[in-house]
């Protein structure tokens, strides 16, 4: 598949800087995975196409590479990089350690407005649930542990995980674990809001912790199924 195929949806913003702005258009197209692994990002179609110069596309390429989302090859190229087993391994159980750090700094810092967004979430994820409805799902549960990680108040913690937790969005684009996820998500969710609403740190910690790292168990699961059905063909 071109680059190409996702023209059309790329308008500047003039607020936010060229680079921030490609770096964001590129991210989203391959985490909703309308730019898929393997696929090779075309420097010169891609500049006529936005009607930009190279340099800020080869900047956008050097963040994405930096943070994990396309590799460049001497000679060869860019490319969109493809989630392999080690990728999974390595990002979970960090997120679950320093996820689960963020929940017991947070619970100290927990006010009536932090409860209050996390219900609004943990309400629009139930209504994504039941309409099936992943991108808005994908949106209210962002909110929901974004909520209190913030509350944490370690700007070094949060800035850490921003990439490590968009790089996990990725996966579940990728693997699409949907109704499984979904059958689990709900109830766990409910019982990280409750530890919060306790004021129980140690409970929070754990249920983050936890939560995480059996996504990660979903995720080399299906990793394996894939690998099976490709056998077969």
């Known amino acids: 598949m071109s680059s190409l195929a996702i023209k059309n949806s790329f308008t500047p913003q003039y607020s936010v800087s060229?680079?921030?702005?490609?770096?964001?258009?590129?991210?989203?197209?391959?985490?909703?995975?309308?730019?898929?692994?393997?696929?090779?990002?075309?420097?010169?179609?891609?500049?006529?196409?936005?009607?930009?110069?190279?340099?800020?596309?080869?900047?956008?390429?050097?963040?994405l590479e930096r943070d994990g989302f396309v590799v460049t090859f001497p000679r060869k190229g860019t490319f969109v990089r493809k989630v392999t087993q080690k990728d999974i391994e390595e990002?979970?159980?960090?997120?679950?350690?320093?996820?689960?750090?963020?929940?017991?700094?947070?619970?100290?810092?927990?006010?009536?407005?932090?409860?209050?967004?996390?219900?609004?979430?943990f309400s629009g994820m139930k209504k994504a649930v039941k309409k099936n409805d992943f991108r808005s799902y994908n949106k209210y549960h962002s909110k929901f542990h974004q909520t209190f990680i913030n509350a944490s108040k370690n700007d070094t913690l949060i800035g850490v995980l921003k990439n490590l937790r968009r790089q996990a969005i990725w996966f579940w684009f990728l693997y699409l674990y949907l109704h499984e996820a979904f059958g689990y998500s709900l109830p766990i969710h409910r019982k990280i809001l409750d530890s919060f609403i306790k004021g129980d740190a140690d409970r929070s910690e754990t249920l983050v912790r936890e939560h995480i790292l059996r996504a990660r168990d979903w995720f080399l699961k299906f990793l394996v199924l894939e690998k099976e059905e490709g056998i077969k063909q």
């Not at 258009?25 to 692994?37: D, H, M, P, V, W």
């Not at 700094?105 to 009536?112: E, G, H, N």
């Open 18 to 63: 060229l680079v921030e702005q490609i770096t964001e258009y590129f991210t989203t197209a391959i985490i909703e995975g309308n730019l898929k692994g393997g696929q090779r990002l075309v420097e010169n179609e891609l500049r006529r196409e936005f009607g930009i110069s190279r340099a800020p596309i080869r900047e956008s390429f050097r963040i």
């Open 91 to 121: 990002n979970f159980p960090i997120r679950a350690s320093l996820e689960s750090l963020a929940a017991r700094l947070a619970v100290p810092q927990f006010r009536p407005e932090h409860i209050k967004e996390m219900e609004l979430a």
